[in-house]
């Protein structure tokens, strides 16, 4: 049912999008262009109930023209994009069937990035890191083969946030200096914006 309905939608859409994308390069085309642009899709859920579809299939729309966003970026010279494709929150507190439907996402996401022509003619590592304790074992072990495809190459970075939030990185940050203080390498008066940082 969602992949019949994604072209129809696509047809739908593409005339706007295109008046979009035009509007969007008038803003950019003079520069300075960013070096890293990070991504953080949301409302795909809001989106689809608004139109009256299912949420699974706001967030497959979503991925789509995720892909698409970043040809854009890639046809831009952007050298470096961050995907921010499920916070920790989600991995923890949306309900089973709804990470099952965003984990199957990710899976052909990597999948696709695997076998992706234009990954590997830009030469883009793709780096994915997060909360991976969170993630099904296939994933993970389909994220370490796309990394270990991709190691080498220095045209790019794609890095993808699996199960990722800024609360997990002050937290691991806050465990890191009190370790420190506890070992005697650092002491309360060193730490500062840069320490903590």
């Known amino acids: 049912m969602i992949k019949k309905a994604l072209p129809f939608l696509n047809y739908l859409l593409k005339p706007m999008y295109r008046i979009y994308e035009k509007w969007l390069w008038q803003q950019i085309k003079n520069g300075p262009f960013p070096v890293h642009v990070g991504i953080i899709p949301d409302g795909n859920r809001r989106w689809a109930r608004r139109i009256g579809l299912d949420t699974s299939m706001g967030h497959m729309y979503g991925y789509e023209r995720l ?8 046809d831009l010279g952007i050298k470096v994009v961050t995907i921010y494709a499920m916070s920790s929150e989600n991995c923890l507190y949306r309900p089973m069937k709804e990470r099952e439907r965003l984990f199957d996402i990710a899976r052909r996401g990597l999948r696709e990035l695997l076998n ?21 074992k296939d994933i993970v072990d389909l994220a370490r083969k796309v990394e270990e495809a991709t190691k080498d190459y220095n045209g790019g970075v794609l890095n993808i946030a699996l199960c990722y939030g800024g609360r997990q990185e002050i937290i691991e940050a806050v465990k890191k200096l009190s370790k420190d203080i ?3 390498k650092l002491s309360i008066e060193d730490i500062d914006e840069k320490t903590f940082s």
Not at 67 to 74: A, E, F, Q
């Open 67 to 74: 892909k698409d966003v970043l040809d854009w970026i890639w």
């Open 116 to 136: 992706m022509e234009k990954i590997h003619r830009n030469r883009i590592r793709v780096k994915v890191f997060g909360r991976l304790d969170l993630i099904p």
């Open 182 to 184: 506890i070992e005697g």
